[in-house]
């Protein structure tokens, strides 16, 4: 398969601070890639360096086979991107918005109409054309976002948290436009907060910290090895339970009010544990990728 981002020994250090310490990784044709991590854990600052806003301090990153920085120009008018912040001008009307984008790709005017037709009834926006982007709901803007960084037909979509802070509806409503996206072949990186969002999407992922890869795999493959099958929470566990883990050598976290304990294809917890030791205090469920997540990369607060 096509690699469409081969990234080798990628650093980004800004005043002697490394933001991204020496990370690879590639992403093929289709595949829909995330990036997760706390905050500060370097996801924008990788992205920046992918949609070239921001050089690479060392390493090699390659689009489409192309160098970054030689080739940026040609790799710019096949990638499309969503930042962080919504970068909307709010003078102007929705359909200008896309308009005046289409122009930074020398898009004639003809087609830059059709494909923002099309890209509005795409988003379920068509409506509000003639709106001003400050009379949009934040779900709105963002599709908005979304539907103008499609307007030059990328190959590649690159997404930095474009569901953050939106409400459960609108959350939903982009992940079924970011599957009809994905099933046309298009290839996505995407950096999320959302561990659903990315169990969902991401055919792959990876999880940074302090600017380091932890782990790189499938969300399902990555749930297996680091958080088992199953996990009992028990709340305020007594000394006998934590004495019985112990003794039977089964994987925990103990987090002091809480007790995890994960299941594993070797260790049956629901006959042993759940059976003799739970009462209405205790949860038993499936492993998730947010489960992964914590455990890699810790509970404490970030900021
Ligand atoms: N332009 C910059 N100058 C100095 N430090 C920066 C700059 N951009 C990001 N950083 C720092 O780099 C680290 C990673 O930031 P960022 O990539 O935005 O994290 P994330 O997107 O994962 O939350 C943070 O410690 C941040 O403060
Ligand atoms: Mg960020």
């Not at 930095?160 to 939903?172: F, K």
Request: with cysteine; glycine share 8%; hydrophobic share 35%.
């Amino acid at each position: 398969m096509d690699k469409i981002i081969d990234i080798q020994n990628l650093v980004k250090q800004f005043n002697g601070f490394t933001a991204v310490n020496d990370i690879s990784f590639s992403v093929d044709q289709g595949e829909f890639f995330g990036l997760l991590g706390p905050n500060g854990a370097g996801k924008t600052t990788t992205i920046r360096m992918l949609y070239g806003f921001s050089p690479p301090t060392r390493g090699k990153l390659r689009i489409f086979g192309m160098d970054i920085i030689t080739d940026f120009r040609r790799i710019k008018a096949r990638i499309g991107v969503c930042q962080q912040d919504n970068t909307l001008d709010p003078d102007l009307s929705v359909e200008q918005n896309l308009h005046v984008f289409a122009g930074y790709f020398s898009i004639p005017k003809k087609e830059a109409g059709k494909r923002t037709e099309e890209l509005l009834d795409f988003f379920a926006l068509s409506h509000k054309k003639e709106a001003k982007v400050m009379e949009l709901s934040g779900g709105m803007a963002r599709r908005l976002i979304l539907a103008r960084s499609l307007i030059n037909r990328p190959e590649l979509l690159i997404l930095d948290e474009p569901t953050t802070g939106l409400d459960p509806q609108s959350r939903h409503q982009v992940w079924e436009k970011l599957e009809d996206l994905k099933k046309t072949g298009l290839t996505v990186v995407i950096t999320t907060h959302n561990m659903e969002e990315a169990s969902r999407l991401c055919d792959r992922l990876v999880i940074i910290d302090h600017g380091k890869i932890l782990v790189n795999g499938s969300p399902k493959a990555l749930i297996e090895r680091h958080a088992g099958s199953n996990i009992i929470e028990i709340e305020g566990p007594d000394q006998t339970l934590i004495e019985y883990v112990k003794e039977n050598d089964i994987e925990y976290d103990d987090l002091g009010r809480r007790l995890i304990l994960y299941e594993t294809e070797e260790k049956d917890l629901n006959h042993t544990i759940r059976e003799r030791f739970c009462n209405e205090k205790c949860i038993y469920r499936n492993s998730t990728l947010e489960d992964v997540f914590l455990r890699l990369t810790g509970r404490g607060l970030r900021e």
